[in-house]
């Protein structure tokens, strides 16, 4: 049943290859059959595998298939390989998955769009990059994937680029990812001079067969943190992600919620032996998780477009996802990352069906009252935010207590702290958004409440299986207080995920679950407080407090602090160099050269007239000089 495995990522792109070469004569209906068509085969032969995969014993993973050759250069030998294992099942059925979902859903929220056949060529050409990254046997196939998701969410970011902002955006995320590049493939040399190879499996058995030092596994492990960093938006190289919003909703909800955002925690993942080898590293991947979970989540506090403060709550999430794969709970890790592409999709999705239903507004300060009018969309939201906010006993409780409670297990205290912290902001901000929007005094333009309108069922529905899911999905792994054996997650993933776990007594895990509960519960009760009882409370502590509000809604001022470090000292030099250095020296040297030719040939010019006479004086001139010369 896993024999066709490797069949999963050619649906995309041959989809891809059709509606680039035919897209614009196709009619509409074709077009979204085809590209749905591509991704739900994914979805099907994914779950063939999976189940097959079920009834493969752990000494025969991971399976691979090698379809040819790929690079050959001295000892330098890449195959273009594909495996497939527990993790890689995971992360298969959450692109292919998750992503049929949102393509259905684009289906009716790209409907009048004017390039709606371009829409879906990027969509499926990031499907196959997202398939081919998670599915690839060594490191550099694996870096191939990375950056054709990092061009397709390019690609999609600037979707509109008629608009300024986006064009912009969409520089902004591929630079800020060249960047974590960089120490990506950094490690990639390191670990080839180092062991000669980047396959997954040889990485593994040079450190089973210590060959790789601790020193050596910091290293490395900071280098492709380092590119984690740029991909998943953690600090410092978070600041593209909310900008990636001028994307359309669907691309907000597939690259920049569900997948390629939880890129760099599936390659963290991937490399647990490595991680688990070096306490720093881990301690690094950490530390940088919690700080970014609590600093995301004091920012969307304050934002009032709905898109942003859903992106900076990704960020935060993402934040906890490094968390448990820092403290060596890579299955939570992995756990959170499954469950977030529920949730977060959906809230994403009910997002734009807010939007598509105002005309495109995003303004949660124009919102308001909105219950009434659109119940398909307010329930499936509300559903969406209970999970994220870490309610009992939706997904994203159980996720959430797992890496939380694995790392005061660890002993790790101030992660914990933060987690709890960023915990408490989460369930505040993410009911802020439910009251300002669906609930309270009607704020709405009138230009806006006229057309007001439900979605229709082609964009409702994906709202109601993905809340289905958010719901349910975090029943794969109960905690050990709801009795033993019940991880049925972490056991599908102990072939692949080599972790230390840490055990706590039944009472002390009852205690952290009831604090993570309790903070959740008393972040919606300040919204509610705030938005819905004392209306007034939220202004005058603005009031009260305004160079905290203004640091809030100025995001720390961050992007403002990199354009005076590092952007416009860079155009600057750049024009600088353009004026002293393009100009004078290369374009002189340039134009020095035609004009020096140009003289040259002004001067030869003299002896080329055209007239005979001309050149029977210079002939007899010639002969009178060479005569001269030889009686000298």
Same mark, same amino acid.
């Given at each position: 049943?896993?024999?066709?495995?490797?069949?999963?990522?050619?649906?995309?792109?041959?989809?891809?290859?059709?509606?680039?070469?035919?897209?614009?004569?196709?009619?509409?209906?074709?077009?979204?059959?085809?590209? &749905?068509?591509?991704?739900?085969?994914?979805?099907?032969?994914?779950?063939?595998?999976?189940?097959?995969?079920?009834?493969?014993?752990?000494?025969? *993973?991971?399976?691979?298939?090698?379809?040819?050759?790929?690079?050959?250069?001295?000892?330098? #030998?890449?195959?273009?390989?594909? #495996?497939?294992?527990?993790?890689?099942?995971?992360?298969?059925?959450?692109?292919?998955?998750?992503?049929?979902?949102?393509?259905?859903?684009?289906?009716?929220?790209?409907?009048?769009?004017?390039?709606?056949?371009?829409? @879906?060529?990027?969509?499926?050409?990031?499907?196959?990059?997202?398939?081919m990254l998670v599915m690839?046997?060594?490191?550099? *196939?694996?870096?191939?994937? !990375? +950056?054709?998701?990092?061009? &397709?969410?390019?690609?999609?970011?600037?979707? !509109?680029?008629?608009?300024?902002?986006?064009?912009?955006?969409?520089?902004?995320?591929?630079?800020?990812?060249?960047?974590?590049?960089?120490?990506?493939?950094?490690?990639?040399?390191?670990?080839?001079?180092?062991?000669?190879?980047?396959?997954?499996?040889?990485?593994?058995?040079?450190?089973?067969?210590?060959?790789?030092?601790?020193?050596?596994?910091?290293?490395?492990?900071?280098?492709?943190?380092?590119?984690?960093?740029?991909?998943?938006?953690?600090?410092?190289?978070?600041?593209?992600?909310?900008?990636?919003? +001028?994307?359309?909703?669907?691309?907000?909800?597939?690259?920049?919620?569900?997948?390629?955002?939880?890129?760099?925690?599936?390659?963290?993942?991937?490399?647990?032996?490595?991680?688990?080898?070096?306490?720093?590293?881990?301690?690094?991947?950490?530390?940088?998780?919690?700080?970014?979970?609590? @600093?995301?989540?004091?920012?969307? *506090?304050t934002q009032n477009d709905?898109?942003?403060?859903?992106?900076?709550?990704?960020?935060?999430?993402?934040? %906890?996802?490094?968390?448990?794969?820092?403290?060596?709970?890579?299955?939570?890790?992995?756990?959170?990352?499954?469950?977030?592409?529920?949730?977060?999709?959906?809230?994403?999705?009910?997002?734009?069906?807010?939007?598509?239903?105002?005309?495109?507004?995003?303004?949660?300060?124009?919102?308001?009252?909105?219950?009434?009018?659109?119940?398909?969309?307010?329930?499936?939201?509300?559903?969406?935010?209970?999970?994220?906010?870490?309610i009992p006993f939706l997904?994203?409780?159980?996720?959430?207590?797992?890496?939380?409670?694995?790392?005061?297990?660890?002993?790790?205290?101030?992660?914990?702290?933060?987690?709890?912290?960023?915990?408490?902001?989460?369930?505040? %901000?993410?009911?802020?958004?439910?009251?300002?929007?669906?609930?309270?005094? $009607?704020?709405?333009?009138? $230009?806006?409440?006229?057309?007001?309108?439900?979605?229709?069922?082609?964009?409702?529905?994906? /709202?109601?299986?993905?809340?289905?899911?958010?719901?349910?999905?975090?029943?794969?792994? *109960?905690?050990?207080?709801?009795?033993?054996? =019940?991880?049925?997650?972490?056991?599908?993933?102990?072939?692949?995920?080599?972790?230390?776990?840490?055990?706590?007594?039944?009472?002390? $895990?009852?205690? /952290?679950?009831?604090?993570?509960?309790?903070?959740?519960?008393?972040?919606?009760?300040?919204?509610?407080?705030?938005?819905?009882?004392?209306?007034?409370?939220?202004? #005058? /502590?603005?009031?009260?407090?305004?160079?905290?509000?203004? /640091?809030?809604?100025?995001?720390?001022?961050?992007? +403002?602090?990199?354009?005076? =470090?590092?952007?416009?000292?860079?155009?600057?030099?750049?024009?600088?160099?353009?004026?002293?250095?393009?100009?004078?020296?290369?374009?002189?040297?340039?134009?020095?050269?035609?004009?020096?030719?140009?003289?040259?040939?002004?001067?030869?010019?003299?002896?080329?007239?055209?007239?005979?006479?001309?050149?029977?004086?210079?002939?007899?001139?010639?002969?009178?000089?060479?005569?001269?010369?030889?009686?000298?």
């Amino acid at each position: 049943m896993t024999d066709l495995f490797w069949l999963i990522p050619f649906f995309p792109i041959l989809s891809t290859f059709i509606l680039a070469v035919f897209g614009t004569k196709l009619p509409k209906k074709y077009i979204s059959l085809q590209a &749905c068509f591509a991704v739900f085969a994914s979805f099907a032969v994914s779950l063939i595998s999976f189940l097959g995969l079920l009834k493969t014993g752990p000494e025969q *993973l991971p399976l691979l298939k090698t379809l040819f050759s790929w690079i050959t250069a001295g000892k330098f #030998q890449i195959a273009f390989s594909l #495996q497939f294992d527990s993790l890689t099942a995971v992360m298969t059925l959450i692109v292919s998955g998750v992503g049929f979902i949102i393509h259905v859903y684009s289906i009716g929220y790209m409907a009048k769009d004017k390039s709606y056949a371009r829409f @879906f060529t990027y969509m499926n050409l990031f499907t196959f990059s997202m398939l081919m990254l998670v599915m690839s046997s060594n490191l550099v *196939l694996m870096f191939v994937g !990375w +950056e054709g998701v990092g061009l &397709c969410s390019y690609l999609l970011i600037g979707f !509109w680029y008629e608009k300024h902002s986006a064009s912009n955006a969409g520089m902004k995320a591929f630079i800020v990812n060249r960047i974590g590049d960089a120490g990506f493939l950094l490690a990639i040399l390191f670990l080839f001079v180092h062991i000669g190879s980047v396959e997954f499996t040889a990485i593994n058995q040079a450190i089973s067969g210590n060959m790789i030092t601790a020193g050596f596994a910091t290293l490395v492990g900071i280098l492709l943190f380092v590119g984690a960093t740029g991909k998943s938006a953690q600090i410092p190289l978070y600041v593209w992600l909310p900008d990636a919003m +001028e994307g359309p909703t669907p691309v907000s909800a597939l690259i920049h919620a569900a997948t390629m955002v939880t890129a760099g925690v599936y390659m963290v993942a991937r490399m647990n032996m490595l991680y688990s080898l070096s306490t720093t590293a881990g301690n690094i991947v950490a530390l940088v998780g919690a700080l970014t979970a609590v @600093f995301a989540a004091s920012m969307a *506090l304050t934002q009032n477009d709905i898109k942003r403060v859903l992106a900076y709550s990704t960020i935060s999430q993402l934040g %906890y996802m490094f968390i448990g794969c820092g403290v060596g709970a890579y299955a939570a890790g992995i756990f959170h990352l499954y469950t977030h592409a529920f949730f977060k999709s959906l809230l994403f999705l009910a997002a734009g069906s807010v939007m598509h239903a105002l005309s495109g507004e995003l303004n949660m300060q124009k919102m308001g009252g909105l219950k009434k009018y659109l119940p398909r969309t307010y329930y499936p939201f509300l559903i969406g935010a209970i999970a994220i906010a870490g309610i009992p006993f939706l997904s994203g409780f159980f996720s959430k207590d797992a890496i939380l409670t694995s790392a005061y297990a660890q002993g790790n205290y101030l992660v914990w702290a933060l987690g709890i912290l960023g915990a408490v902001m989460t369930a505040f %901000y993410m009911f802020r958004l439910i009251f300002m929007t669906f609930h309270g005094k $009607e704020r709405l333009e009138p $230009e806006a409440k006229k057309h007001l309108h439900e979605s229709p069922p082609v964009m409702t529905l994906p /709202l109601a299986v993905l809340a289905f899911f958010a719901v349910v999905a975090g029943y794969v792994s *109960l905690p050990a207080v709801f009795g033993k054996n =019940l991880d049925w997650f972490g056991r599908f993933l102990e072939p692949v995920i080599h972790g230390h776990a840490h055990h706590i007594s039944l009472g002390m $895990e009852w205690l /952290l679950i009831f604090i993570s509960v309790a903070v959740a519960v008393l972040g919606i009760f300040i919204a509610y407080v705030f938005y819905i009882s004392k209306t007034h409370l939220p202004s #005058q /502590l603005a009031q009260k407090f305004p160079f905290l509000y203004r /640091l809030l809604f100025n995001k720390y001022y961050v992007d +403002e602090a990199y354009n005076a =470090l590092f952007i416009q000292p860079a155009v600057k030099g750049s024009e600088l160099v353009y004026k002293h250095f393009d100009l004078k020296v290369i374009d002189g040297a340039v134009n020095g050269a035609g004009k020096s030719a140009n003289a040259v040939g002004k001067l030869l010019s003299f002896l080329q007239t055209g007239f005979i006479k001309d050149y029977a004086l210079i002939f007899l001139v010639g002969a009178i000089l060479l005569l001269g010369y030889l009686l000298f």
